[in-house]
């Protein structure tokens, strides 16, 4: 059974600083890895997907990696923004009996100004 | 291009009442789900449909949770009766498709925020 544990829980950070959030997943047969944005009170944004057989995804300031092998992802944020304080998730999706979308928890991302 | 729509944005309830969803996926899209938040928690998936057939509902409470998608298009989802333990955001998203490719990135709606007291 999937389970995606992300870390940490929450990260408070100063303005400027460049930052990693970690996704782990426990079953490696994954078809793809999404990493959604989202505020308090709103529904999800979508930053970016990366497919099985991508190693990287890049928008903007944001870099997601994929390492299927180890089963982790991480998200990096370059040059943070008080804007970008938000909960980032990251969701895998693969085909296990049905095919089927397993998020992780979130770390919640405060960016002081 | 329009997003995925939900309504209604909030809804409170006594326990035991029934409730209803709406979603109306973003045009094109054939593959539709149904998520449930619950606060400080990620979202957990309830049923996904691929056009107006159901892909998979494992984790949706049969007893009490029933959804539909008639016409392969909009979807409802509806509790009854409503426990405590409902109170949560129902999120609904949509992707082009399932599977391998980029075609199975998901969209998200607002959702709606359901207190039941």
């Known amino acids: 059974k999937q389970e995606v544990t992300q870390i940490p829980a929450a990260l408070s950070v100063p303005e400027g600083e460049n930052l990693v959030l970690n996704c782990s997943f426990t079953?490696?047969?994954?078809?793809?890895l999404q990493w959604f944005r989202q505020d308090p009170g709103k529904g999800l944004t979508s930053l970016l997907l990366?497919?099985?057989?991508?190693r990287e995804q890049t928008s903007g300031r944001l870099n997601a990696s994929l390492d299927k092998s180890s089963g982790r992802s991480t998200l990096y944020i370059a040059a943070s923004q008080p804007g970008d304080s938000a909960t980032y998730l990251c969701?895998?999706?693969?085909?296990?009996?049905?095919?089927?979308?397993?998020f992780g928890a979130g770390t919640r991302l405060f960016v002081k100004a | 291009e329009a997003g995925v729509a939900q309504s209604p944005r909030y809804k409170i309830i006594e326990k035991r009442q029934s409730v209803a969803f709406w979603c109306n996926p973003i045009?094109?899209?054939?593959?539709l789900y149904w998520y449930q938040q619950i606060l400080g928690q990620g979202p957990k998936l309830l049923i996904q449909f691929q056009n107006n057939g159901v892909v998979d509902d494992s984790q949706l409470p049969k007893d009490r949770f029933s959804a539909e998608r008639l016409k392969g298009v909009d979807s409802t989802l509806k509790i009854q009766p409503a426990k405590l333990e409902d109170s949560a955001v129902y999120l609904c998203a949509s992707s082009l498709d399932v599977g391998e490719g980029p075609h199975n990135e998901q969209f998200f709606g607002p959702g709606t925020r359901l207190t039941v007291l």
């Open positions: 969701a895998a999706s693969a085909n296990a009996g049905g095919f089927k979308t397993i």
């Open positions: 990366i497919q099985s057989s991508q």
């Open positions: 045009s094109g899209h054939a593959t």
């Open positions: 079953d490696s047969a994954i078809y793809n």
